[in-house]
């Protein structure tokens, strides 16, 4: 069983930054893809990034590109989600979410297709 646990979401005015930390146990994390999903109020669960087990894939989706770069720390066990330039729309309920195996270039930005999923950490961009 894996476990997630996100930190770092607050408020923020628009144009700051925050960095989102979310921390895994109970699993060999370097074996896992990673992503992170937001969701609003009233709106359906989104896609923001995915980075692969080795690191070496990632993409962000294209409200975010630019703007938000995510990145892992296996010894740590601990993925990242970088965010700047941020706007009043980013704000919604963040997750993180892990899916075992695929090769070290593998992943995915269909939420269906992740197995375990954090309980997510707010972020709010206003002023």
């Known amino acids: 069983q894996v476990q997630l646990v996100e930190s770092g979401g607050g408020l923020v005015q628009p144009g700051g930054s925050l960095r989102l930390s979310c921390a895994a146990s109970?699993?060999?994390?370097?074996?896992?893809?990673l992503a992170w999903f937001r969701q609003a109020p009233g709106k359906e669960r989104e896609f923001v990034a995915t980075i692969s087990w080795s690191g070496s894939s990632a993409y962000n989706s294209d409200s975010v590109k630019g703007r938000f770069t995510i990145s892992r720390d296996n010894a740590r066990n601990t993925v990242y989600l970088q965010m700047t330039s941020l706007k009043p729309e980013d704000t919604a309920l963040y997750y993180c979410?892990?899916?075992?195996?695929?090769?070290?270039?593998?992943?995915?930005?269909?939420?269906?297709?992740?197995?375990?999923w954090g309980q997510g950490t707010q972020v709010t961009v206003s002023s």
């Open positions: 979410a892990a899916k075992d195996g695929g090769s070290e270039y593998y992943t995915a930005s269909g939420a269906g297709l992740y197995d375990y």
């Open positions: 109970g699993t060999i994390f370097s074996t896992y893809a």
